[in-house]
Nanobody, 124 residues
Framework: QVQLVESGGGLVQAGGSLRLSCAAS????????MGWFRQAPGKEREFVAG????????DYADSVKGRFTISRDNAKNTVYLQMNSLKPEDTAVYYC?????????????????WGQGTQVTVSS
């Protein structure tokens, strides 16, 4: 089983940027499709971005398209989420997740491994 650890969260003003990292151990990420999800207080966990294990195919939630970019470095066993033009509504705990399939899925139930999450707070 792959273990995931997120980092890079913090407090930022609206309009600012953060880059989240997700480091994996235990298995190589090259055979996993990776996703970023987030959960705000009182809300369900939602899909933010995903990247397939082959090539650079990616998918984004409509709310972050054009502002967030997901990428992966299989040599470093790490996935990134670059977040620009942050808004207060982006405030949430962000989770990295993996599933051992080439399908780029957006549902939480599809992902079999999860990190512990990192807090992102955007002030207005």
């Amino acid at each position: 089983q792959v273990q995931l650890v997120e980092s890079g969260g913090g407090l930022v003003q609206a309009g600012g940027s953060l880059r989240l990292s997700c480091a994996a151990s235990g298995r190589t990420l090259s055979r996993y499709t990776m996703g970023w999800f987030r959960q705000a207080p009182g809300k369900e966990r939602e899909f933010v971005a995903g990247i397939a294990w082959i090539g650079t195919s990616a998918d984004y939630a409509d709310s972050v398209k054009g502002r967030f970019t997901i990428s992966r470095d299989n040599a470093k066993n790490t996935v990134y989420l670059q977040m620009n033009s942050l808004k207060p509504e982006d405030t949430a705990v962000y989770y990295c997740a993996a599933h051992p399939s080439p399908l780029l899925l957006t549902t939480t139930t599809a992902y079999t491994a999860w990190g512990q999450g990192t807090q992102v707070t955007v002030s207005s």
